[in-house]
């Protein structure tokens, strides 16, 4: 895949979006509020427009308990998971499988009144990363998803208009080797989730509508997701 054009891109938004997901929400700039907290799971957004359009970046924080890191990544980034988790996926195409860690997607997401139904085209990657501070425990897992121009999808032709998103998931797995040394079961295992998006609408919608959209969609996006996450992987041996 290192032969493909795309790919210089691709390292640079791995490296840049990487290392500000593993920024607190405290370190990267101040105007981090909390909007929505369920147990361990705390959503961060900051308000921002962009030629008058609300572009909100937000950052998610969750520890789930029982999965790890490549298994969060896995299902986020495989296609044949997505249309169970993804409620607001109306259409997904795989556009080009450029190696089997980074593909290429256009999707529809469904209408949200009031505002017109969006599509994305964006390529998907997916990498273990070396841990850079050297601890023992399990490596790093990460998928980034980056809208991208494509020729055969032009942006804004049909009914849809084109959103542009720009989106991180990190994933740390954590390790508590059972005392009686014993193998490690999903009872001793846990991940810490980041995951950063940035979403242009891409043409007008109300502020106050897409404020109250992506109020209500990130926190059950993520449960949904994470929950769906668990019951695909609790009776099968642990991935990291
Ligand atoms: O993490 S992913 O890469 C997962 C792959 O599917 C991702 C996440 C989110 C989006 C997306 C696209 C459009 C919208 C809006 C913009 C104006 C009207 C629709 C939203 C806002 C509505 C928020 C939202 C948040 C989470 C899930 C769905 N909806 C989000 C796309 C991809």
């Known amino acids: 895949a290192s032969s493909h054009p795309l790919w210089p891109d691709i390292e640079r938004k791995v490296a840049s979006q990487v290392s500000m997901a593993k920024l607190g929400v405290g370190e990267c700039g101040a105007g981090w509020q909390l909007f929505a907290e369920d147990g361990e799971m705390k959503m961060y957004r900051r308000e921002e427009e962009v030629d008058g359009l609300v572009v909100d970046p937000l950052k998610a924080v969750h520890v789930v308990k029982g999965i790890t890191g490549f298994e969060v990544c896995h299902h986020f980034f495989s296609p044949q998971y997505r249309y169970d988790w993804e409620t607001t996926l109306e259409h997904m195409v795989v ?93 001793d295992i846990s991940c810490k989730i980041t995951y950063c998006s940035v979403v242009n609408p891409g043409g007008w919608a109300p502020a106050s509508v897409l404020r109250a959209v992506y109020k209500r969609e990130y926190p059950k996006f993520l449960k949904r997701f994470t929950a769906y996450v668990m019951s695909k992987t609790k009776d099968k041996p642990i991935r990291f």
């Open 95 to 187: 556009v080009e499988t450029i190696s089997e860690d980074t593909i290429l997607f256009q999707q529809t997401h469904k209408r949200i009144w009031p505002a017109s139904q969006r599509d994305a085209v964006f390529w998907s990657h997916m990498r273990r990363l070396p841990d850079d501070q050297d601890r023992e425990g399990p490596d790093l897992w990460t998928v980034v998803n980056q809208s991208t121009e494509l020729p055969q999808y032009p942006a804004n032709t049909g009914k849809c208009v084109r959103v542009y998103l720009t989106v991180c998931l990190l994933c740390q797995t954590l390790v508590n080797p059972p005392k009686n040394g014993g193998p490690v079961t999903r009872d």
